[in-house]
Every structure is written in structure tokens, then in C-alpha cells.
């Protein structure tokens, strides 16, 4: 079991027959091929996976624990979820990548799925009306 991570435009399906909520979904775009670490599901998408336990340690290591998954505030708190970005998440982001010291490969391997997140945050912002970033 894990988690999926996908970062983009919201895009709202209409609710089906016998249901009263709104999905939320993004789209999936595709980007040249770009090795973000061996977490990821789609090294050519806006998406990326984890192994649960591996996420945690992720968050942990890099000190975004809280950013992503605070009960209440975080990006990813609710599972599944969704939650809109904004341009201080991506300097959160930035700062713990700038300020990550690499002693070993894990190191090295949590750089760069930072790098997918600053990449993923940086372009929803830049190009989508309703950034967001949704898990399940």
C-alpha cells in the first residue's frame, strides 16, 4: 500500500447518479523524461508514488512533515484528498531543498523527488487556473 501524488489543474467531474459530492481530479500532463528518485510511479507525469512508510521518512528527512501531513492543514493530511497550492508551499519546498545536506544516497534520492516537487509546484502555478494536488 502507498500513496499517489498527482499535481495540476483541478478539473471537476460532475457527480454521478445517486451521489451528492464532486470529484476532483487533475489532469496528467506530460513532461521529457526527468529521473526524480526510485519513489516515483511515472518519471514522465505530474505523478508520483510512495510506499507509505517511505513517504513518512521522505517528509521526515527533509522537514515537510508538516507541510504535507499535518491532520488539518497539510497538503496530503486527508487520504484520499485533495488541497489547492500556493506560492508559499513552493517556497517551503524550495527552502528544504536548499537547505537539505547530502551525506549519503538517500540523501540524494530525497533531493530529487524534492526537485519533482518544486518542478510540479513551480509549473501548477505558473500555468493552471486552479492549481492543486491531490492523493490517493
Known amino acids: 500500500m502507498g500513496i499517489s501524488i498527482v499535481i495540476g489543474e483541478e478539473v471537476l467531474e460532475p457527480y454521478t447518479e445517486g451521489f451528492i ?3 476532483v481530479d487533475v ?7 526527468n ?3 526510485d519513489q516515483t510511479l511515472d518519471r514522465h507525469t505530474n505523478r508520483i508514488y510512495f510506499n507509505y512508510i517511505g513517504f513518512i521518512v521522505f ?5 515537510l512533515y508538516d507541510l504535507f501531513n499535518n491532520e488539518y492543514t497539510g ?3 486527508t487520504h484520499p484528498g485533495a488541497c489547492y497550492i500556493t506560492q508559499k508551499h513552493l517556497d517551503t519546498i524550495r527552502e528544504a531543498k536548499n537547505t ?3 551525506r549519503d544516497e538517500d540523501d540524494k534520492n ?3 523527488d524534492l526537485q519533482f516537487f518544486e518542478r510540479q509546484f513551480e509549473y501548477a502555478l505558473k500555468n493552471c487556473k486552479v492549481p492543486i494536488i491531490i492523493n490517493y
Open 100 to 102: 537539505l545536506k547530502i
Open 59 to 63: 517528509l521526515e528527512r527533509c522537514g
Open 35 to 37: 529521473k526524480v528518485g
Open 110 to 112: 530525497i533531493y530529487k
Open 21 to 23: 459530492s464532486v470529484e
Open 75 to 77: 497538503l496530503v493530511g
Open 27 to 33: 489532469e496528467r500532463r506530460r513532461y521529457p523524461i
